[in-house]
């Protein structure tokens, strides 16, 4: 779970270094995916009984979701 949650700001923070929007877009779209195998993780860990509570940590999962399709959408529009 701690790998997959530092790949979503890590991925963000190297797309940024990335000359090109479109190589920009690759890497905010990978941390999209890191975002999904969190989630996923946090609902496995919830199944099992190691998280009891886990709608919190999956909101804040969704909300930064959120954050990342606008900042994407955001990018696809001034390319466009």
């Not at 929007?21 to 995916?33: M, P």
């Not at 099992?48 to 999962?61: K, Q, W």
């Not at 930064?64 to 696809?76: A, E, F, N, P």
Request: charged content about 20%; aromatic content about 4%; hydrophobic content about 40%.
């Amino acid at each position: 779970m701690r790998g997959a949650s530092v790949s979503v700001a890590s991925n963000i923070a190297e797309g940024n270094g990335r000359p090109r929007v479109g190589e920009y877009l690759q890497f905010v779209g990978i941390a999209i995916g890191s975002l999904r195998e969190l989630e996923t993780q946090i609902e496995i860990c919830h199944r099992v009984g190691y998280l009891p509570e886990a709608a919190e940590l999956l909101a804040i999962c969704d909300e930064v979701g959120r954050m990342l399709i606008k900042l994407r959408q955001s990018h696809q529009l001034t390319t466009a």
